[in-house]
């Protein structure tokens, strides 16, 4: 079990974490599985390890990548410190007007509304990617535009 596990998490916690998992899952089931020698609990043996990896894979994946984006989240913010452009509310909304409308609104929900990239991406319906993007380009336009490069 463990040799399957492994197999797919290439870990060696991770994959003692899937058998010890599975093994949860079997105990349940114990009493439904035939002679433990049989083809039928091997082979349920195995399904049981494989799903069990591929879903703590996925999991860790999903984890991997949510962990990614605020880390992103929070460098964007610490990079593109927006508090040294909200000098004066008229000369902002003057300076956001020069901007193209997809960057003023991705700046505006981000910096005024304070909005996640991703909960503005999910509002836009478009990519996180796409969002980051347009926020970077905004500010940048913007520090250009207040002599900040």
Not at 18 to 39: E, H, I, N, Y
Not at 93 to 98: F, G, I, P
Request: glycine share 2%; charged share 35%.
């Amino acid at each position: 079990m463990y040799r399957i596990a492994y197999s797919i998490l290439g870990n060696s916690y991770d994959a003692e974490d899937a058998v010890q998992d599975a093994f949860l899952k079997l105990v349940r089931l114990v009493k439904k599985l035939d002679d433990p020698t049989s083809v039928r609990t091997k082979r349920f043996v195995i399904r049981t390890i494989q799903s069990t990896s591929i879903d703590r894979y996925r999991r860790n994946q999903k984890e991997h990548k949510n962990r990614t984006n605020q880390e992103m989240d929070t460098t964007t913010i610490e990079v593109m410190s927006h508090e040294d452009l909200l000098v004066d509310k008229q000369d902002l909304r003057t300076k956001l007007l020069t901007l193209p409308k997809e960057q003023r609104d991705v700046v505006v929900l981000h910096v005024i509304n304070g909005m996640s990239m991703d909960e503005i991406a999910k509002e836009k319906q478009v990519f996180t990617a796409a969002v980051r993007k347009r926020y970077e380009r905004g500010i940048r336009q913007l520090r250009f535009t207040t002599g900040e490069n």
